[in-house]
């Protein structure tokens, strides 16, 4: 008596390529948010370094003005170097060129705009850092 051999099945059933697709979906749905949040930690570094860069050019035309600027375009761009913030300068607090407030605020239009965590960074002419949240909340997190 000759015994037939099982039929050896090829390729996937449904069942297990659905079981394939809820796994990697489930796994997509908690790797992306972690994703995202580092890239917009990563991305955060665009304004410190932009600030760090304009305080040292500040320093610089004190020096050869005896006084700061008020003026961008003296120091440096109204954009960040990757362009992810918008750069402003003002004699805030003191009122003259004695003092100078630089702020990073996320440009709009950027991957850097969901970022409500960090949506402000601010760096005095006394070094003082300080960053603010999209509701204007002091977040000592981001420096």
Known sequence: MRMRSPKLAAGFT???????????AVLMGLALPAYTGYMQKTRRTDAKVTLTTMASQQERYFLKNNGYTVVIADIGSAVSQEGYYDIAVSNAPCGDNGCYTLTATTREGTAQAADTDCA???LRDTGAKE?????GNVNDACW
């Open 131 to 135: 960053a603010k949240d999209s509701g």
């Open 120 to 122: 402000t960074f601010t």
């Open 14 to 24: 449904l069942i297990e390529l659905m079981i394939v697709v809820v796994i990697a």
